[in-house]
Nanobody, 122 residues
Framework: QVQLVESGGGLVQNGGSLRLSCVATGPISKASFKIYNVAWYRQAPGKQRELVASISSGGAADYLASVRGRFAISRDNDKKSLDLQMNSVRSEDTAIYYC????????????WGRGTQVTVGT
């Protein structure tokens, strides 16, 4: 079974930076990973999970309006990984962050990571 392993969460000061990483392990090849759309979601206490940033298999990136210009998503197909660079963080960025991948073609398949906590302190 494919597993997504996140890392990089923690406590960061307001206005600071943090980088989240996610690596796909298990039965997924580099060639397969290339055809996946990848994304980062987050869920704050008492709120619904929301899409933060995504990159399609074709390389098109999109962002939640409130993070555009502050966060940057990237992917490395050779490493089967995706990152989220978070700059100028705010208290409202505090949440559990999840990585997510979904096949863009062929038989539907998607996986979630277990999440990594990001806490923005004053």
């Amino acid at each position: 079974q494919v597993q997504l392993v996140e890392s990089g969460g923690g406590l960061v000061q307001n206005g600071g930076s943090l980088r989240l990483s996610c690596v796909a392990t298990g039965p997924i090849s580099k060639a397969s990973f290339k055809i996946y759309n990848v994304a980062w979601y987050r869920q704050a206490p008492g709120k619904q999970r929301e899409l933060v940033a995504s990159i399609s298999s074709g390389g098109a990136a999109d962002y939640l309006a409130s993070v555009r210009g502050r966060f940057a998503i990237s992917r490395d197909n050779d490493k089967k990984s995706l990152d989220l660079q978070m700059n100028s963080v705010r208290s409202e960025d505090t949440a559990i962050y999840y990585c997510y991948i979904a096949r863009s073609t062929g038989r539907a398949a998607d996986w979630w990571g277990r999440g990594t906590q990001v806490t923005v302190g004053t």
